[in-house]
């Protein structure tokens, strides 16, 4: 906030607004969608992105994935080129490695390396720790800004109050609206001490919808005194602890707006009069990207950038066209229906957090330093930390969990068929703790008979572990186990058999096969949760998780979780 410049900072906010002309301006509000893989400099993507920095003087991007050196060195090449700095925007709201990296060859799964891979951040959830929460966020901030980015779309306030949400889910730190706002606070705090701006979403809470805005528009039915109850309760600890920016969802909030409400980025009730005027708010309010179904689908290409504006949003992510949408504004300010001093007023903001990161210092960043900051040992061990702290077990009927030393195991993975990693290094790290490993992989396609052949393997196993797969994923519209997987389960836990379920994803995921007798959760797919899951399971490691949600099917409370020490 401007209060937060110095007098050179200030200066160059005032002397920068007053330079720009009415088109510059437009170009300020504006931050189209660009890829963070490597472009030589005479490359097409390279072009069109000169273009937009160029001629239409966007303000900055949303850059999504890449490797380390290619993000810097991208991002290094556009902002010589702008005449006013360019704000850097990501995703990285579960830690850098989501953008920066956890990529493979192919055909052989050669990992690329790259940014440090967190666990969702449910798994912070699951730990309730707001140093550990603190010390993510912190992490995140020193590789992002290593790379050249500096406004990060997170923490999550999102409060994950519906099993059935199909894209928030682990993405959320929780179900405890007092829990979320802890541990996000302490997140964003430590995106603070790193040098990272960070923003909040999804204003007024996502928590509790059953759409995925990817695909339509998702509706809020809780009535005002809900909303200040649950929803809102971490966006108001956000704001006091000084979050920089705010996204607002593109969520109806029919409980409050009637049935007809416009999604919450483009209604003023909220993106101004509740989150500006009786919170205070003084940042940027940010919209959610500008390309999704919930928006265009609705109002079309351009009519809703300007109605954002009318709603008091400030910068407009991911429009459909970068030209059309800055021609769009300036055709709003010449017709009289967006005022000067409206478009003034959101591209003072944008200068200001522009001055706060120090671009009218520095806008580029060291390339040399990207090797000493992003992924190293410690960073990596703090993501161990976090992956085996989280690991908790829900149930244990038989008594499986750990596993004998030397059991022999038979381990199917079901994920979709493009996850490719499913289920690599979990086998590996039991193979490699001594465990005898029968390794099966299906799917949502995966035939009746393929799973029949499994079956007939089981008698020549100690503990059978079916694990999932099944994250939040845009515009699949569901998050849950599909096809033959669950009768599977449910089939080898009728007949007795020592079976653990893992869930590498959704906690609710067990919801489909509530009989199976041992219930152990890592929180998400990547690596490091795997190996930390094998580990737990073979006794290599201390189970000490609580769920942070509740599982209605089974009944299984939030807070609930076993506890199972090392084996000596």
Same mark, same amino acid.
């Given at each position: 906030?401007?209060?937060?410049?110095?007098?050179?900072?200030?200066?160059?906010?005032?002397?920068?607004?007053?330079?720009?002309?009415?088109?510059?301006?437009?170009?300020?509000?504006?931050?189209?969608?660009?890829?963070?893989?490597?472009?030589?400099?005479?490359?097409?993507?390279?072009?069109?992105?000169?273009?937009?920095?160029?001629?239409?003087?966007?303000?900055?991007?949303?850059?999504?994935?890449?490797?380390?050196?290619?993000?810097?060195?991208?991002?290094?090449?556009?902002?010589?080129?702008?005449?006013?700095?360019?704000?850097?925007?990501?995703?990285?709201?579960?830690?850098?490695?989501?953008?920066?990296?956890?990529?493979?060859?192919?055909?052989?799964?050669?990992?690329?390396?790259?940014?440090?891979?967190?666990?969702?951040?449910?798994?912070?959830?699951?730990?309730?720790?707001?140093?550990?929460?603190?010390?993510?966020?912190?992490?995140?901030?020193?590789?992002?800004?290593?790379?050249?980015?500096?406004?990060?779309?997170?923490?999550?306030?999102?409060?994950?109050?519906?099993?059935?949400?199909?894209?928030?889910?682990?993405?959320?730190?929780?179900?405890?609206?007092?829990?979320?706002?802890?541990?996000?606070?302490?997140?964003?705090?430590?995106?603070?001490?790193?040098?990272?701006?960070?923003?909040?979403?999804?204003?007024?809470?996502?928590?509790?919808?059953?759409?995925?805005?990817?695909?339509?528009?998702?509706?809020?039915?809780?009535?005002?005194?809900?909303?200040?109850?649950?929803?809102?309760?971490?966006?108001?600890?956000?704001?006091?602890?000084?979050?920089?920016?705010?996204?607002?969802?593109?969520?109806?909030?029919?409980?409050?707006?009637?049935?007809?409400?416009?999604?919450?980025?483009?209604?003023?009730?909220?993106?101004?009069?509740?989150? %500006?005027?009786?919170?205070?708010?003084?940042?940027?309010?940010?919209?959610?990207?500008?390309?999704?179904?919930?928006?265009?689908? *609705?109002?079309? %290409?351009?009519?809703?950038?300007?109605?954002?504006?009318?709603?008091?949003? &400030?910068?407009?992510?991911?429009?459909?066209?970068?030209?059309?949408?800055? &021609?769009?504004?300036?055709?709003?300010?010449?017709?009289?229906?967006?005022?000067?001093?409206?478009?003034?007023?959101?591209?003072?903001?944008?200068?200001?957090?522009?001055?706060?990161?120090?671009?009218?210092?520095?806008?580029?960043?060291?390339?040399?330093?990207?090797?000493?900051?992003?992924?190293?040992?410690?960073?990596?061990?703090?993501?161990?930390?976090?992956?085996? *702290?989280?690991?908790?077990?829900?149930? &244990?009927?038989?008594?499986?969990?750990?596993?004998?030393?030397?059991?022999?195991?038979?381990?199917?993975?079901?994920?979709?068929?493009?996850?490719?990693?499913?289920?690599?290094?979990?086998?590996?790290?039991?193979? *490699?703790?001594?465990?005898?490993?029968?390794?099966?992989?299906?799917?949502?396609?995966?035939?009746?008979?393929?799973?029949?052949?499994?079956?007939?393997?089981? &008698?020549?196993?100690?503990?059978?572990?079916?694990?999932?797969?099944?994250?939040?994923?845009?515009?699949?519209?569901?998050?849950?186990? *599909?096809?033959?997987?669950?009768?599977?389960?449910?089939?080898?836990?009728?007949?007795?058999?020592?079976?653990?379920?893992?869930?590498?994803?959704?906690?609710?995921?067990?919801?489909?096969?509530?009989?199976?007798?041992?219930?152990?959760?890592?929180?998400?797919?990547?690596?490091?949760?795997?190996?930390?899951?094998?580990?737990?399971?073979?006794?290599?490691?201390?189970?000490?998780?609580?769920?942070?949600?509740?599982?209605?099917?089974?009944?299984?409370?939030?807070?609930?979780?076993?506890?199972?020490?090392?084996?000596?």
């Amino acid at each position: 906030m401007a209060t937060g410049l110095d007098a050179e900072g200030r200066a160059w906010v005032e002397r920068t607004l007053a330079s720009l002309t009415l088109r510059e301006k437009a170009g300020q509000l504006v931050f189209p969608w660009v890829g963070g893989e490597y472009a030589a400099e005479d490359s097409p993507e390279m072009d069109r992105l000169l273009e937009w920095v160029e001629r239409e003087g966007i303000g900055g991007i949303v850059i999504s994935v890449g490797l380390p050196h290619s993000y810097a060195a991208k991002l290094n090449a556009v902002q010589r080129r702008a005449k006013v700095p360019l704000l850097v925007t990501t995703d990285m709201e579960s830690g850098p490695g989501m953008r920066l990296g956890g990529g493979y060859t192919l055909p052989h799964l050669l990992p690329l390396g790259g940014g440090t891979s967190f666990p969702p951040v449910m798994a912070l959830g699951a730990i309730g720790d707001t140093a550990l929460a603190y010390e993510v966020g912190r992490v995140t901030a020193r590789e992002a800004r290593a790379v050249g980015v500096h406004l990060n779309f997170a923490p999550v306030l999102d409060v994950n109050s519906n099993p059935l949400n199909p894209i928030i889910n682990t993405r959320s730190f929780g179900e405890d609206p007092r829990a979320v706002a802890r541990l996000a606070t302490a997140f964003l705090r430590g995106e603070h001490a790193g040098g990272l701006m960070a923003a909040g979403k999804h204003f007024p809470g996502h928590g509790d919808t059953e759409a995925d805005t990817h695909i339509g528009v998702a509706a809020i039915r809780a009535d005002r005194a809900r909303l200040d109850s649950v929803e809102l309760v971490p966006f108001r600890a956000a704001v006091a602890a000084g979050v920089d920016g705010m996204m607002a969802a593109h969520i109806s909030v029919t409980g409050v707006e009637g049935p007809d409400a416009p999604p919450a980025s483009l209604s003023r009730r909220f993106a101004t009069d509740v989150l %500006r005027g009786e919170m205070g708010f003084g940042g940027l309010v940010i919209s959610d990207a500008m390309d999704m179904g919930a928006i265009v689908g *609705r109002y079309g %290409r351009t009519e809703p950038l300007l109605m954002a504006l009318e709603a008091g949003i &400030d910068l407009l992510l991911q429009p459909l066209d970068a030209r059309e949408a800055v &021609d769009a504004l300036v055709a709003g300010v010449e017709s009289g229906r967006i005022s000067q001093a409206r478009l003034d007023a959101s591209v003072r903001r944008i200068l200001e957090a522009k001055a706060r990161a120090g671009l009218h210092r520095s806008a580029t960043a060291d390339l040399e330093s990207v090797d000493d900051v992003v992924g190293t040992r410690a960073h990596r061990q703090l993501a161990q930390t976090v992956a085996e *702290r989280s690991i908790t077990l829900a149930r &244990d009927e038989r008594g499986s969990v750990p596993m004998a030393p030397g059991a022999r195991v038979l381990s199917i993975t079901y994920a979709d068929a493009v996850d490719l990693t499913a289920g690599r290094w979990f086998d590996r790290e039991l193979t *490699r703790l001594g465990h005898t490993v029968g390794s099966f992989r299906v799917d949502p396609q995966t035939p009746p008979e393929t799973y029949a052949r499994i079956l007939a393997l089981a &008698d020549s196993a100690d503990v059978i572990v079916a694990s999932a797969y099944v994250q939040p994923r845009e515009h699949a519209g569901t998050v849950g186990a *599909r096809g033959g997987f669950p009768q599977f389960v449910q089939a080898l836990a009728t007949r007795g058999d020592r079976v653990v379920a893992v869930s590498f994803g959704s906690p609710y995921v067990i919801s489909a096969y509530p009989t199976a007798p041992a219930y152990l959760l890592a929180w998400g797919g990547a690596e490091v949760s795997q190996r930390a899951a094998a580990r737990a399971l073979a006794g290599q490691a201390a189970i000490t998780g609580r769920l942070p949600v509740t599982i209605p099917t089974p009944d299984l409370p939030r807070g609930t979780g076993l506890t199972r020490e090392v084996r000596r």
